[in-house]
């Protein structure tokens, strides 16, 4: 089945140390997605790309970087992750104009 | 500005029966999309239905439908039947429109809905 894949589902870093999270599609579509979400929280969207160019939402920091090296792939880079960057982070993907459809996410823990 | 109003934190309804999540949006564009997703605990945000604002009809999905009243704009989630598995968290979305004219690719939730089915 077309999916959106998430590895790892449980990530734990230390804080500090920097960590990636990966998405991989088989749906095939131009537009993908980086989503954090805390604790009874709406998701929050920290960037996407429409094909390869890259959209950065305005209160997105610094430490959060992205790549999207092909269609399948695109990888959430946290540079220095501090105690309040623990979430879950959820990936999606979109043809313009269609619904989102989103990975399993990765659970980030930061020790 | 575009927003998503989901006056409903929380949710009960027994098994069974039919519940109705309500979700308000305020946009002034004429052309917009309405989602809903479903969030279990495990934490995938799992697509429901969409309605366009130009659908004459309101979108239906096996049990799932939405009760769309544009004048009022609202955009209602109607379970039937509910099952032990529908209980999770419930988010209204909203695509959000182009400041130049069009839609973007972006999403507005809402805060969601906690439904608890009981037995």
């Known amino acids: 089945d077309a999916m959106v894949i998430q590895n790892p589902r449980y990530q734990v870093t230390q804080f500090g140390k920097p960590v990636t999270l990966s998405c991989s599609q088989t749906l095939n579509h131009n537009v993908m997605y980086w989503y954090q979400q805390k604790s009874s929280q709406a998701p929050k969207l920290l960037f996407h790309y429409y094909d390869k160019d890259f959209n950065n939402e305005a209160d997105t920091p610094d430490n959060f970087q992205s790549r999207r090296p092909n269609t399948s792939f695109c990888f959430l880079d946290i540079r220095s992750p501090g105690l309040g960057d623990a979430a879950m982070y959820l990936c999606?993907?979109?043809?313009?104009?269609?619904?989102?459809?989103f990975g399993d996410g990765t659970r980030l823990s930061i020790l | 500005a575009q927003k998503i109003t989901q006056t409903q934190p929380g949710m009960f309804v027994q098994e069974k029966e039919a519940v109705t999540l309500d979700c308000t949006y305020d946009t002034s564009d004429q052309s917009y999309g309405l989602f809903w997703y479903k969030q279990p605990s495990s934490g995938e945000m799992i697509f429901l239905i969409y309605q366009g604002s130009y659908d004459e009809q309101n979108a239906t999905e096996g049990r799932y439908s939405l009760n769309f009243q544009k004048a009022r704009k609202s955009a209602n989630l109607v379970i039937s039947a509910s099952q032990l598995g529908d209980s999770a968290m419930y988010f209204c979305a909203m695509r959000e429109g182009h400041r130049d004219g069009g839609a973007t690719n972006k999403l507005i939730f809402g805060t969601g809905t906690l439904l608890a089915v009981q037995p």
């Open positions: 999606a993907t979109s043809s313009y104009n269609q619904p989102q459809h």
